[in-house]
């Protein structure tokens, strides 16, 4: 046996899913709509018309879901809860069936010793904050307003009062950047604003999210709760090491990276970025008090990792077009890394992940780390005797934890790691076209069949060490 490849005694082997992408039931128990149910029953928006009004159907199947968890031999889940399920409309009261929901999960969790990980937000914001209803209430606006942060802080309490006496895991929000730069300025996710100025609104409203959001469960949890944050880091690479190469990198790694790990772990913008947006805002957004307010201690970081970038400097007189998801980063051209490609074409390259848990144990001193998302997406199908045979994502896994155990064995520390995801799902503005599950999913049937490299994981997870 190869002890190389033994992992720790307590590292953490799990799955992940997110609420809107499984659950399903979008009109029950006083569920309201979210960004991304408007967003999906909007022609256009999201391929075939796909919409997650039943999705894999968790909200009913939740006990199937758990045991089959358990079958697997799962020791963590990180799931996330459904904003407009739990305080419909996004202010005011608790929704007191929402809340059931999500009690009755985690009990049956930790009844097969499975540990939670709560992630309050991942993407379903309630659709009344961000416009407003017609009634004459509060105006919305979304992540571009200030007001959704102290909306969200407010949620956070509620869900932290709810199941903050057996959650020890909680994770503010999924991937910010996503939020802002596809939400607000490529207009590929919910809302589909395209306005480069409202993505920088809301990269910062989502960050003081974060802060408030973080101070808000620390005041309702005990002291042993665990609190961080998913970010999507990506690796920047630069084609070439020309000068004008490596600055194309500086700047996405700006837009990509630390425009989200300079507030929360500096405590400040980085004023490469603040030089570089300098002609869509001068950044009066941001409050004095607000770098204080975001820069909270962290208890883990959890990076989502699937492929790197690869840029360079476009010729002269380029700008950054106004749907990019990179505003500001004019003259900046992107190349397909290269490896093998999945079905998303997005490249099999695990040395990106070596590299980004190597970056933030350095940039984030003594905070350990979760790879709380890393997975791929395959045409899988399942063949006449029953069985998905998926080699492609058996290969795609073992090379990614073995980057994994790489960077434990330089010094990261790395607690534990999520596959994406327990089940194919609703994969945003793909729809139900791409499969990232260790366990296929019949969308017809709702039948469930756990993939070769389901089985492959859930040897990898009960034995702690890699084959
Ligand atoms: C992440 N991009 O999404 C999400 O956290 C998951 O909900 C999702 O299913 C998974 O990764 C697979 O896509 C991303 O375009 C979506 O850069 C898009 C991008 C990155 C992450």
């Known amino acids: 046996m190869n002890e190389l490849l033994r992992f720790p005694e307590e590292f953490l082997w799990g799955a992940a899913t997110a609420a809107y992408q499984i659950e399903g039931a979008v009109r029950e128990g006083g569920r309201t709509p979210s960004i991304w149910d408007t967003f999906s029953r909007t022609p256009g928006k999201v391929l075939g018309g796909d919409t997650g009004d039943v999705a894999c159907d968790h909200f009913h199947r939740r006990r199937e879901d758990v045991r089959l968890m358990a079958e697997l031999g799962l020791g963590a889940y990180r799931f996330s809860v459904s904003w407009p399920r739990v305080q419909p409309t996004g202010r005011g009261p608790a929704a007191q069936q929402g809340l059931d929901f999500y009690r009755a999960l985690v009990d049956e969790l930790l009844a097969h010793g499975i540990q939670p990980l709560v992630t309050l937000y991942h993407w379903d914001l309630p659709q009344e904050l961000e416009t407003a209803p017609s009634d004459g209430s509060p105006a919305g606006g979304g992540w571009p307003e200030r007001d959704t942060a102290y909306r969200f802080a407010e949620y956070a309490g509620i869900v932290a009062e709810a199941i903050g006496d057996r959650v020890e895991r909680w994770a503010t929000l999924n991937e910010p950047w996503c939020s802002a730069f596809l939400g607000y300025g490529s207009g590929v996710h919910a809302p589909g604003r395209t306005d480069p100025v409202a993505a920088l609104r809301a990269a910062h409203h989502l960050n003081l999210a974060h802060g408030l959001g973080a101070q808000a469960l620390r005041a309702a949890l005990p002291a042993r709760a665990q609190v961080g944050i998913c970010l999507n880091p990506s690796p920047v690479r630069a084609l070439t090491d020309a000068p004008e190469d490596l600055d194309a990198r500086r700047r996405v790694d700006a837009l990509a990276n630390r425009v989200f790990t300079g507030p929360l772990l500096k405590g400040a913008y980085p004023a490469d970025l603040l030089a570089d947006t300098a002609r869509l805002t001068d950044w009066s957004f941001v ?22 970038a690869v840029v360079s400097a476009a010729p002269d007189g380029h700008r950054a077009s106004a749907r990019s998801p990179w505003p500001g980063a004019d003259g900046v051209a992107f190349h397909r890394p290269p490896g093998e490609l999945t079905a998303m074409d997005w490249s099999v390259a695990p040395s990106g992940l ?108 009960r034995s702690g060490r890699l084959p």
């Open 287 to 308: 409050r004095p008090e607000d770098p204080a307010a975001i820069r909270q201690p962290l208890d883990f970081l959890g990076i989502n990792y699937y492929t790197p």
């Open 354 to 461: 070596v590299d980004l848990l190597a970056r933030y144990t350095a940039e984030a001193p003594g905070v350990p780390l979760l790879v709380t998302e890393n997975g791929a997406a395959y045409e899988d199908v399942v063949d006449a005797d029953g069985h998905v045979h998926d080699p492609d994502r058996i290969r795609y896994l073992h090379a990614h934890l073995s980057a994994v155990h790489e960077a434990i064995r330089a010094g990261a520390d790395v607690r534990g790691y999520f596959l994406w995801s327990l089940l194919d799902n609703f994969e945003w503005a793909y729809g139900y076209s791409k499969r990232f599950g260790a366990v296929h999913v019949d969308y017809g049937t709702q039948r469930r069949t756990v993939k070769s490299s389901g089985r492959w994981y859930s040897g990898v997870a």
